[in-house]
């Protein structure tokens, strides 16, 4: 069994960094799109941040790696939980807050769901 987990070729803690990259654009452009007023349509920014950092650390810290993939994982789940959210206001179309919630929901989800395998892929290596 291969000794690092890779999706597409890339890192786990390279996925973590270009994600949080994404959510950090996302939450700056959406706000300066909709010309909102709310803190709120920075959400994913913020949540962004912590998973940039995680990613950065966890590359040039490697030692240290589970420990900064572990709290990455957990901001990822709450990015999907923070996503869930659009189903209480899916009724109201998509607009820029409802699309916001749909794409925390979806990309949190599947960052995730890759979380995890790299967890079982390095436990299973462990074990070999």
Known sequence: MS??????????????????GFLIVWG??????SDSDSITSYFPSLLGIPL??????????????????HIAAT???LCAL???RF???MGDGIN??????LMLL???????????????HARKAREE
């Open 52 to 69: 940039l950092l995680s990613g950065v650390l966890a590359t040039k810290i490697p030692e240290k790696r589970k420990l900064w993939m």
């Open 106 to 120: 979806v990309t949190g989800s599947l960052y995730t769901y890759i979380c995890v395998q790299s967890f079982i």
């Open 28 to 33: 700056i452009v959406i706000s300066q799109v």
């Open 82 to 84: 923070g996503g869930t």
């Open 75 to 77: 901001f990822g789940l």
């Open 96 to 101: 820029y807050a409802s699309g916001s919630m």
């Open 87 to 89: 189903f209480m206001v």
């Open 3 to 20: 000794e690092q987990f890779t999706v597409a070729g890339q890192s786990i803690p390279t996925i973590t960094t270009g994600y949080g």
